[in-house]
Structures are given as C-alpha cells and as structure tokens.
C-alpha cells in the first residue's frame, strides 16, 4: 500500500464532518492568518521543521509571495472577517525568514491586508523573525505601522549556536543579540512582543532562561523539538521524561522569582486551564485551533508544523484563487483540531489531566498507520509538568485562603 494509500486510513481522513455538524458542532472562524511572506531562510537551523524535517514542499514554493496574491490574500481575509463578522484578526507575517522579502515588499503586504479590512476590523500584524535582518530600516518600518516584532533566540551564546547556525557552519548569536539591542533600544522596545525558544536537553534549563530574561522580553514561549513516535525528538525516552524534567526547573525558577520577569506562556496557560479557564494556545489544552497557513504561491495549507510529520501533512487542496477560508473549515484535517475532547485517543480521554494537556501539540501526536488520535510522543513529559504545576499552584492557593492543602 502507497503512502498516499495508507494515510486515506489515518485519522482524521475518516471524521464525518456531515455528522458533526448534525450534531451542533459548527467551526470556530479563523482568526490567525498566517503568511508565509518568503519561503527560504538565511540561516540553517538544524532542527527546522519547515526546511530539515519529512516535508520539503519549500523546494517547489515561489521564494516570494507576488504583490497579486498578496491582494489575494487580503480580499480573502476581508471577506472570512465579514462573513463571521469579527471585529479583530491577528496577521502574522512568516517564513522561512520574512524579512528577506524586503523593507518595501513587507510595507506593500501590512498596508494592502490593512485597507483591505478596512476600518471595521483591527489588524494586529506582527512579525516572527529570526533576528539577523533586523536592521534601523525595518524598525522603522514596523514603528510606522505598528508591526509587533517576535524573535527566535535558543538561550545563551553556546546554546543558541548548537544548532540555529548559517549552512557553512557558523553561529548567529552575536548577529541576532546585535538585532535583538535595536529592537529593545527606548524607540522600539514597545513593538517588542517576546522570544521563541526550542528548547534543546543539552543546554542549562535555569542558564538558557536567564540568558533569555537580559533581553527584558515581555513573553518568552519555550518549544518542544519536533518530533513523532516515528521519529521522536533528540535524547527522547520512552520511559523518562527529560523534557518535563528540563520544564519543571525553568517553572521552578520563573514561578519562585520575588517578582514576575516575563510571561511564560506555556506555564501561563497551564496555570490558567488548571484554574479552569480556557486555552488561548494551540499547544496546550482543548480550545479549538483558529489558525490558517498561506504559503507564498498562495495555497492554503493546514498550521506547518504539521510539515514535521510526513510529506504533505499540511496540504489542503485549496488555493486564494478559487478558494474562501471558510472552505477550509469544513476539511475533516481543520475540523479535527476544532472538536476537542472527540479528537483525543481512548488513553487521553481516561487520563486525568485530559482537559489541561489537551492531547499536546497535535503534530507531536502522528504516529504512522494510526494518524493523530494518539497521545503525543511527550505524553509523559507534560504529564510531569503539569502535575508538579498542580501541586504547587494548589499549595499557593490553600495557603492563601486557609484550606488544608
């Protein structure tokens, strides 16, 4: 049986969205557009999901995206926003690295999406960028436009140049720190929205996040290395949970600190699910996926770490030219990642922090043969977070109102 074969057996190739919507289920609108400006990178991450990992769909892309299907794009963002009539929409401008679109391509997109929309709907626009380009030309340009800036840093100097290097070998670090003082200079630090760091086992959990915090970054968002149970992620272990034991020390230093440093997002939002609230990231919890992915020749695709998985995991068939978002909403590939409790595997559903895990990061959950209805491959690291998060969360508030604990 073909690749192709086999994955038409896969959940959720089968999900009948027919019945879902004759139950009540109806989509969750899209809400995050994001455009992938520029398809290549300057750099040569070797941990990449996009360039190093099963899907090299990058090879066949327009290394930019065409000022006609920037239009394109915007009508079709306009119409979603006024067909669910939302009042706001986050675009994120991505890659590869978008930056290498330009200063003046980059201008043309903001203003293009923004008048499109028009006065009734608030675009936050924000850029994720690994740093290197960040130079007094773009600042100026997203201090114009009020453009957010998120930039990619992997901890310290030793950290960061492990594996975030350029493909003939050489580190970044001192590049993006340079990029990372003229953002966080007086001019331009409120455009400053936070750091991505893909966390690596190899690298000082407490060292890797104080490095993190001399940049002042309002949030700091950690990331799993991507992987699967075909292909787990490095120093995996099917029995410990190193990653949970790497997590658990930055909680342990960011939630003991006299005063709060910065936002963690992945132990905020965790502490907001055990409080019972519900989930505003993808990565954890059970609140439905509002993302949509528009490669630079205009496709839609499906959220593009999913391009971690297997070759074509993230493709939907469907094109800007032809084609609305809503369209997308009803693929049984979006659908699944908008029902939540139906969408986990039998071993989720019985465990007792379901509601908080959420399952994990749905590309962590492929598992060939079987698809996505699996718990992820860090199943038993996020059960150790999110239990010792529990237990001290829980302490805290006994002691705050005189409980036992």
């Given at each position: 049986?073909?690749n192709?074969?086999r994955?038409?057996?896969?959940?959720?190739?089968?999900l009948?969205v027919?019945?879902?919507?004759?139950?009540?289920w109806?989509?969750?609108?899209?809400?995050?557009?994001?455009?992938?400006?520029?398809?290549?990178?300057?750099?040569?991450?070797?941990?990449?999901y996009?360039?190093?990992?099963?899907?090299?769909?990058w090879?066949?892309?327009?290394?930019?995206?065409?000022?006609?299907?920037?239009?394109?794009?915007?009508?079709?963002?306009?119409?979603?926003?006024e067909?669910?009539?939302m009042?706001n929409?986050?675009?994120?401008?991505?890659?590869?690295?978008?930056?290498?679109?330009?200063?003046?391509?980059?201008r043309?997109?903001?203003n293009?999406?923004?008048?499109?929309?028009?006065?009734?709907?608030?675009?936050?626009?924000?850029?994720?960028?690994?740093?290197?380009?960040l130079?007094?030309?773009?600042?100026?340009l997203?201090?114009?436009l009020?453009?957010?800036?998120?930039?990619?840093?992997?901890?310290?100097?030793?950290?960061?140049?492990?594996?975030?290097?350029?493909?003939?070998?050489?580190?970044?670090?001192?590049?993006?720190?340079?990029?990372?003082?003229?953002?966080?200079?007086?001019?331009?630090?409120?455009?400053f929205?936070?750091?991505?760091?893909?966390?690596?086992l190899?690298?000082?959990?407490?060292?890797t996040y104080?490095?993190?915090?001399?940049?002042?970054?309002p949030?700091?968002d950690?990331?799993?290395?991507?992987?699967?149970?075909?292909?787990?992620?490095?120093?995996?272990?099917?029995?410990?949970?190193p990653?949970?034991?790497?997590?658990?020390?930055?909680?342990?230093?960011?939630?003991?600190?006299?005063?709060?440093?910065?936002?963690?997002?992945?132990f905020?939002?965790?502490?907001?699910l055990?409080?019972?609230r519900?989930?505003?990231s993808?990565?954890?919890?059970?609140s439905?996926?509002?993302?949509?992915?528009?490669?630079?020749?205009g496709?839609?695709?499906q959220?593009?770490?999913?391009?971690s998985?297997?070759?074509?995991?993230?493709?939907?068939?469907?094109?800007?030219?032809?084609?609305?978002?809503?369209?997308?909403?009803?693929?049984?590939?979006?659908?699944?990642?908008?029902?939540?409790e139906?969408?986990?595997?039998?071993?989720?559903?019985s465990c007792?922090?379901?509601?908080?895990?959420?399952?994990?990061l749905?590309?962590h959950?492929y598992?060939?043969?079987?698809?996505?209805?699996?718990?992820?491959?860090?199943?038993?690291d996020?059960?150790?977070?999110?239990?010792?998060?529990?237990?001290?969360?829980?302490?805290d508030?006994?002691?705050?109102?005189?409980?036992?604990?």
């Amino acid at each position: 049986m073909g690749n192709n074969a086999r994955r038409e057996l896969e959940w959720p190739a089968g999900l009948d969205v027919g019945n879902l919507l004759e139950s009540g289920w109806r989509p969750t609108p899209f809400r995050q557009f994001i455009l992938k400006l520029h398809s290549r990178c300057n750099l040569a991450c070797d941990y990449c999901y996009v360039y190093e990992m099963a899907d090299q769909g990058w090879r066949g892309q327009p290394r930019r995206m065409s000022k006609a299907t920037i239009d394109r794009v915007a009508a079709r963002v306009a119409e979603h926003a006024e067909a669910h009539g939302m009042r706001n929409v986050e675009i994120v401008l991505h890659g590869g690295e978008p930056l290498l679109a330009g200063v003046e391509h980059t201008r043309y997109a903001v203003n293009r999406l923004r008048a499109e929309l028009g006065d009734g709907v608030t675009a936050t626009v924000r850029v994720q960028t690994n740093g290197v380009l960040l130079n007094e030309a773009f600042l100026r340009l997203f201090a114009e436009l009020d453009v957010r800036v998120g930039v990619s840093l992997d901890g310290d100097e030793e950290g960061h140049d492990r594996h975030r290097r350029r493909a003939q070998g050489t580190g970044t670090y001192a590049e993006v720190r340079a990029g990372l003082e003229r953002l966080t200079a007086p001019a331009y630090r409120h455009l400053f929205s936070g750091l991505l760091c893909t966390l690596d086992l190899a690298s000082d959990p407490v060292v890797t996040y104080e490095a993190l915090l001399r940049f002042g970054p309002p949030v700091v968002d950690f990331l799993l290395p991507h992987g699967n149970w075909d292909t787990p992620p490095p120093g995996w272990s099917r029995d410990g949970t190193p990653y949970g034991d790497w997590l658990v020390a930055v909680f342990d230093r960011w939630y003991q600190a006299p005063e709060q440093e910065t936002q963690v997002r992945l132990f905020s939002e965790i502490i907001r699910l055990l409080l019972g609230r519900p989930s505003r990231s993808e990565a954890i919890g059970l609140s439905p996926v509002a993302v949509v992915v528009v490669e630079t020749d205009g496709s839609i695709e499906q959220v593009d770490t999913l391009k971690s998985a297997y070759d074509g995991a993230t493709v939907t068939m469907l094109h800007v030219l032809r084609d609305s978002f809503d369209t997308a909403l009803f693929l049984p590939s979006v659908a699944a990642r908008q029902i939540g409790e139906q969408a986990l595997s039998a071993r989720c559903s019985s465990c007792a922090i379901a509601r908080v895990c959420g399952g994990g990061l749905y590309p962590h959950r492929y598992r060939s043969g079987a698809g996505f209805r699996n718990p992820s491959v860090y199943c038993r690291d996020l059960y150790r977070l999110i239990t010792h998060i529990r237990r001290l969360v829980a302490d805290d508030v006994a002691l705050l109102t005189g409980a036992p604990g």
